[in-house]
């Protein structure tokens, strides 16, 4: 028996999560490994030889760790959970005009979920994973995701749709070190191969990082279903054509194979009518936006005004904010505009290092 109890541990066979499993091994958990098959690549009809969590190697390797270490380790197929929600949510996005963030969807409804259903199967008290990302309770019995010690690694973004029963019984392990730690204790347990991989920012079904290619496999003819329609400004004047709005999103520079003798981005897009609107920098500066699908933390509900620090993507700094809830909504108004709001993308409201919660964000401006 052990002293602390058992947890069932997320193995990628990647340094994080195997650095994570052997330090709950360390601190006296009884722990069980698990490496989850998510994707076959050779069914998303890439060139690219795979990578990342969901190839026979890093099985191997989650494997090997968990053998020299003394604790059971098996696969998980969820192959067929993470297909039904994950991806045809990350098609439906786009063909919508919107811009999906399908490793937070994983994460809350597919990964978090499959695990806690194995853990209490196999009588496990704790889930835990190789996210930089700390797990706070407060005072009035409510658990929140805070940001890990290393800002640069932080994943606390991402993990904003967990609900309370899964934190409650969820360890993240690295919240309190950096990752040149991490590193350092790879090398220490005896493995330097794993100190020094590289590691894949690409989503998992898209290995080529083409997504625009993944939604041509996916919908036959969508080619030539969206093409043709117009690039237009602000006020609607025909600036030439495009490739099909899903191949567009906003904030998007690069790509655009139409030039102005000035930098122009894509500011909106509206599938109704395959339009997708151009204009200057400062047309993607936003004053508000409606954001729902909510997911609260810290508390459970917010006060008409909130000050809040919130995140509009995962590499964002952040902005001052304050918050009014609409319905099952939230209007949010910053202090200062933001920029570049893309329609189903992640809102993320911190106070201090705390997430308050999360949503989708539905719309740039204020209007419901």
């Not at 192959?79 to 045809?88: L, S």
């Not at 309770?137 to 309370?164: F, M, P």
Request: with cysteine; charged share 25%.
């Amino acid at each position: 028996m052990s002293r602390k109890g058992k947890v069932l541990v997320a193995m990628s066979g990647g340094i994080d999560s195997t650095v994570t499993a052997l330090m709950l091994h360390d601190e006296g958990y009884e722990v069980v490994g698990i490496t989850m098959k998510t994707w076959d690549y050779a069914s998303a009809g890439a060139s690219k030889k795979e990578t990342g969590c969901c190839n026979l190697d890093s099985f191997n390797d989650a494997r090997m760790a968990a053998v020299q270490h003394g604790f059971p380790h098996f696969v998980l197929d969820i192959r067929e959970e993470f297909g039904d929600f994950v991806i045809n949510n990350f098609v439906d996005e786009y063909m919508a005009g919107r811009t999906p963030n399908p490793c937070v969807l994983c994460n809350t409804h597919i990964k978090w979920r499959a695990l806690l259903k194995r853990a209490d199967a196999m009588d496990c008290a704790f889930i835990a994973t190789g996210h930089y990302g700390n797990i706070r309770r407060h005072e009035n019995g409510r658990y929140t995701i805070a940001k890990g010690l290393d800002e640069t690694k932080d994943q606390s973004y991402v993990l904003w749709g967990l609900q309370q029963d899964l934190l409650s019984r969820t360890l993240l392990p690295l919240g309190p070190y950096r990752k040149t730690e991490i590193r350092q204790m790879a090398l220490s347990y005896g493995y330097p191969e794993l100190a020094a991989k590289s590691e894949s920012y690409e989503i998992c079904f898209v290995p080529d990082n083409d997504y625009r290619g993944f939604l041509k496999r996916r919908i036959e003819g969508l080619e030539e279903q969206v093409a043709g329609g117009n690039f237009v400004d602000k006020n609607g004047k025909i600036l030439g054509q495009h490739k099909g709005y899903p191949f567009y999103t906003v904030g998007q520079r690069k790509g655009l194979d139409i030039t102005f003798g000035k930098p122009v981005y894509v500011t909106a897009i509206r599938p109704e009518t395959n339009t997708v609107v151009l204009g200057d920098e400062g047309d993607l500066d936003e004053q508000e936006m409606v954001v729902g699908k909510l997911n609260l933390m810290k508390y459970d509900s917010i006060t008409p005004g909130m000050e809040a620090i919130t995140k509009i993507r995962y590499k964002d700094k952040g902005s001052l904010s304050n918050l009014y809830p609409e319905g099952d909504k939230l209007n949010i108004r910053f202090y200062d505009k933001a920029k570049g709001i893309a329609p189903g993308q992640s809102a993320v409201f911190y106070e201090g290092d705390e997430v308050i919660g999360g949503g989708i964000i539905q719309r740039s401006g204020g209007q419901l």
